[in-house]
């Protein structure tokens, strides 16, 4: 398949890790930001052809990982309403609340959709006139665009019966706060390839040289995190500071600058809480004022909504890099895919989840 | 009169609630519809059994229920899916499937011109299969009570002499071989129930009859240990059933695993995994190894074409009991995990 076998080479992949190798003099600590990129590296095993001493860290960019239990639960009041849709996207549906998922709300009788874009629960808006439409808008800054789009063609049309409960956030700053945060053991950071699609490269230079840490902007298959991770190791080694892009097959150092202004039209920075982590300043999106009646926060008697993280799940130590998802307790016990306590059990992109699926069988542990 | 040819109902164009309450509609339905496409001598007879020959040895009896969404769907629909699905149960038994009984429970409004459509489409598979629908039922529900109509095929089949095919019989040293390309059927459904489409390619279920290929495989080797359509959870499921119920590891070669590229590039796009999505024309056989390569040639000469794609994709061993591990072509290793079961599409 053109764009992607090349990419999965097997012998391009193993002179890049020969040549890895040959860099490598000193052992590195490496988050990778975005979960995609975990789950890239746990699928393709490319953990196992690192040199001795290169550590990968899994980051905190799983849209679905980072979505408060406060929203879920606010998603699941909505489903729960007559007259309501809530669309959201797939996995979100078994994200865990403070009391069971959407999925098991729409066993309850509540209309849950899931769908592929924003775009798609606008049509259900349009189709559906006598309900009132909710679409669940998570993500990073790779699917605020989308989001902004809907919301800005719902006030367009004048479709009253659409809103969106927004939970977004972005990747700069959480970075930051991770560098900043006591006992920070990262060296270096793999950027985040989609989201560097929209912003560009250079959100990130004042993060690496205010705390002198490389960051290499990475795509998502083995050749490309590779490359990565080896311009990355050559940066750490020769003590340079710097951003870099090892995507440059999609990534523009200026972004997607059309994207990134229909983003600032609809929505404004705000503090936001990251589940597990807690409140990050100036790390997430909400809607400005002028959309304010395509918020469903605004349009919906939310009040009742009491939320609580389960205490037996470490996900904010996985999130902020401090552990790895099996030396957590509950990782593989009372914490699996079937039953997870956290959301980084349940998205294809979350470490928790990627880490059980390959490492970790119901059966028994493997290489780890 | 061409007795095959079902008359047309008088005054209705849709399904009706008395079309399943027994009485002189229930009667014009069965005798209209059903019996001139379904013919056959015990369905003739109108009784509420049909009364089988005995075989000699032993039999297979298998049940399935069908509730697909599109009922019509690339490549097939409910009618012939509700055949090669119970037809391929036995055949991955090492029976020869002979009879089939029809449930039907159809929604109050379903197009009568569409019930048609599906019968006679089922009439078509049962013929390919040379099996025969010899019992049935029908009942409606009021609208919104089922999603325009569920299908329950039930099937007999004989079983053929000194063959013992079982999910326990794995051996270490055994060859696995997969029939063909994986993932064409659950990704095809997931295209056509969103609506999407992808230029330039032709994503169709691979639903097929499956006992044509299995009969060539046991002719050339009766001693096959294990044989699984891999219908629901894809081969993932089926591998990680077969490697607990035998207690032993199955490891596979990413590099051997035939995917069609174009379910290849939905699956991408996706994020979803073709090995954990549904097949509905492939089946998974476990082969002692001096056999393999022998039981894989008569798959792919197999005339009907079911196995053309067949390929040898790993092999049972003595580690990790339970567990099926796989080798990514940059030799790293992985699980490969039972699926957890709803497919949901990723984020980004």
Same mark, same amino acid.
């Given at each position: 398949m053109k764009y992607i076998d090349e990419y999965r080479d097997a012998e391009v992949v193993r002179r890049i890790a020969e040549r890895l190798a040959q860099a490598t003099t000193r052992p590195w600590t490496i988050m990778e930001i975005c979960g995609g990129q975990t789950h890239s590296i746990l699928r393709y095993g490319l953990d196992q052809l690192l040199p001795e001493g290169i550590s990968l860290v899994h980051g905190p960019g799983c849209p679905v990982c980072v979505t408060s239990v406060k929203t879920i639960d606010r998603a699941i009041a909505i489903a729960s309403k007559p007259g309501t849709l809530l669309a959201a996207f797939g996995d979100m549906l078994r994200v865990p609340g403070s009391s069971g998922d959407l999925a098991a709300a729409r066993s309850r009788g509540g209309d849950v959709r899931f769908v592929f874009s924003p775009l798609e629960a606008l049509q259900l808006a349009r189709e559906n006139p006598h309900k009132e439409v909710v679409f669940l808008a998570v993500g990073f800054e790779t699917t605020a665009p989308g989001n902004a789009m809907a919301v800005r063609q719902a006030a367009r049309e004048g479709l009253m019966n659409f809103s969106v409960l927004v939970s977004h956030f972005l990747v700069p700053p959480a970075m930051e706060a991770i560098l900043a945060s006591s006992g920070n053991r990262i060296q270096g950071f793999l950027g985040a390839g989609h989201v560097c699609t929209v912003t560009g490269t250079e959100p990130y230079l004042p993060i690496a040289r205010k705390f002198q840490t490389p960051v290499v902007v990475a795509g998502f298959e083995p050749v490309d995190l590779l490359s990565a991770i080896l311009r990355l190791v050559q940066m750490l080694e020769e003590e340079l500071v710097g951003v870099e892009n090892a995507y440059g097959r999609v990534v523009e150092p200026q972004g997607n600058p059309a994207a990134a202004a229909v983003v600032r039209e609809v929505f404004e920075v705000a503090d936001v809480a990251w589940r597990g982590i807690g409140v990050i300043p100036a790390s997430g999106l909400v809607l400005r004022e002028s959309f304010r009646e395509w918020d469903a926060l605004r349009k919906f008697e939310l009040g009742g909504v009491d939320t609580a993280d389960?205490? =037996?799940? =470490?996900s904010g130590d996985v999130l902020a890099g401090r552990i790895t998802p099996d030396s957590c307790d509950a990782f593989g016990r009372e914490c699996r895919p079937e039953h997870p306590l956290g959301a980084p059990m349940v998205s294809g992109e979350g470490a928790c989840a990627a880490y059980y699926r390959y490492r970790c069988s119901s059966a028994k542990p493997f290489s780890c | 009169m061409d007795r095959h040819c079902p008359l047309p109902l008088e005054n209705h164009d849709t399904v009706q609630l008395a079309h399943g309450a027994g009485g002189r509609l229930a009667d014009e339905l069965l005798g209209k519809l059903f019996m001139p496409l379904l013919h056959n001598r015990f369905l003739a007879? &109108? /009784? /509420?059994?049909a009364l089988l020959p005995a075989f000699s040895g032993k039999l297979a009896f298998t049940t399935d229920s069908y509730v697909v969404t599109p009922l019509f769907f690339p490549g097939g629909d409910i009618g012939s899916l509700s055949v090669h699905g119970t037809v391929n149960d036995l055949a991955v038994g090492g029976a020869v499937p002979r009879y089939l009984s029809a449930g039907f429970v159809l929604e109050e409004g379903f197009p009568i011109a569409e019930l048609e459509r599906v019968v006679r489409s089922m009439a078509a598979a049962a013929r390919e299969c040379g099996v025969e629908v010899v019992t049935g039922d029908t009942k409606v529900v009021g609208r919104g009570q089922c999603d325009g109509m569920f299908i329950t095929t039930s099937g007999i089949g004989e079983l053929r002499d000194g063959v013992d095919l079982s999910c326990s019989n794995l051996r270490p040293g055994d060859r696995i071989i997969v029939s063909g390309t994986l993932g064409d059927h659950g990704i095809a459904l997931l295209t056509a129930r969103h609506g999407l489409s992808f230029t330039g390619s032709a994503l169709r279920s691979d639903s097929a009859p499956l006992h044509r290929l299995v009969a060539a495989m046991l002719d050339r080797y009766r001693g096959v240990h294990a044989m699984r359509d891999a219908t629901r959870g894809g081969l993932s499921a089926v591998l990680n059933e077969l490697a607990s119920a035998s207690a032993v590891g199955i490891v596979l070669q990413e590099d051997t695993l035939p995917v069609d590229s174009a379910v290849r590039g939905a699956a991408e796009l996706l994020g979803i995994d073709p090995l954990e999505v549904a097949n509905e024309g492939k089946l998974v056989a476990v082969v002692p190894q001096g056999e393999a390569e022998g039981v894989l040639e008569a798959m792919r000469t197999c005339p009907d074409g079911?196995? &053309?794609?067949?390929a040898l994709v790993g092999e049972v061993v003595q580690e990790h009991p339970g567990m099926v591990v796989m080798e990514t072509g940059f030799g790293s290793r992985r699980i490969v995990e039972m699926p957890l079961g709803e497919q949901l599409p990723r984020i980004c």
């Open positions: 389960d205490v =037996r799940c =470490r | 007879r &109108r /009784d /509420d059994q079911t196995g &053309r794609n067949a």
